[in-house]
């Protein structure tokens, strides 16, 4: 069974750009989470995406939006870059809308605004 | 508005030690519970869940976690670690497909 698959491992862009960042979900599941972590906390819940619509959104503003396909792969979008968006993006999937059994997490975006 | 507070930010221990690392939460309504942990250089893996029945979970590596709800904790334990467990681990709480992390806490296991 394959895993979580994130790309670019790692990106820098300047601020007020645009960025995509995209995740290949477990193979089974059609849920897909993003997560932010900034360095030294944990992961922030950024939103979700079920059936290729959004399924709960965190406390991220509307600059970052979100994609999810057919195939269940699923692409992260932020506009208008700051420089506060330097962090780990990370992708989670899970079977079925639900969290019960726990996240498989891709290995991460860096991503670096300068 | 749940939340995972963990109390501990860097634990150092000598192999063959007992481990316990504190998580507790705060929600009021029915949750999960998740203790991730992240390897040097690895993504997060699920070390273990509990959801329902027996408060006292087993997780891979002889780990395992005890749910107590009047504390609304969750913690951690293994009775001997090894220089292998050497990682971040983070506790987390599930509910309505929205998971809330705590800020980890970093186990370094001298050998």
């Known amino acids: 069974e394959t895993g979580v698959t994130q790309s670019p491992t790692h990106l820098i862009k300047t601020r007020g750009q645009q960025v995509t960042l995209r995740c290949s979900s477990q193979s089974g599941h059609n849920t897909v989470s993003w997560y932010q972590q900034a360095l030294g906390q944990g992961p922030q819940f950024i939103f979700q995406?079920?059936?290729?619509?959004?399924?709960g959104r965190g406390n991220f503003p509307p600059r970052f939006s979100g994609l999810q396909f057919p195939n269940y792969s699923s692409e992260l979008n932020v506009n208008a870059l700051e420089l506060d968006d330097s962090a780990l993006y990370l992708c989670?999937?899970?079977?079925?809308?639900?969290?019960?059994?726990?996240?498989?997490f891709g290995s991460g975006t860096r991503l670096t605004v300068v | 508005a749940q939340s995972v507070s963990q109390h501990n930010h860097h634990v150092i221990l000598s192999e063959a030690a007992s481990l316990e690392l504190g998580c507790n939460y705060s929600?009021?309504?029915?949750?999960?519970l998740f203790w991730y942990v992240q390897y040097p250089g690895q993504h997060l893996q699920l070390l273990l869940k509990?959801?329902?029945?027996?408060?006292l979970v087993k997780g891979i590596k002889g780990f395992e976690a005890e749910f107590i709800k009047s504390k609304f904790s969750f913690n951690l334990r293994k009775p001997s670690v090894q220089w292998s467990d050497t990682a971040e681990y983070f506790c987390?709480?599930?509910?309505?497909?929205?998971?809330?992390f705590g800020d980890g806490t970093t186990l370094t296991v001298k050998p």
């Open positions: 987390a709480v599930s509910n309505a497909g929205k998971s809330t």
């Open positions: 509990y959801f329902s029945g027996d408060p």
């Open positions: 989670a999937s899970s079977p079925e809308g639900g969290t019960e059994g726990g996240y498989t």
């Open positions: 929600y009021g309504g029915t949750v999960n």
């Open positions: 995406y079920y059936r290729e619509e959004e399924n």
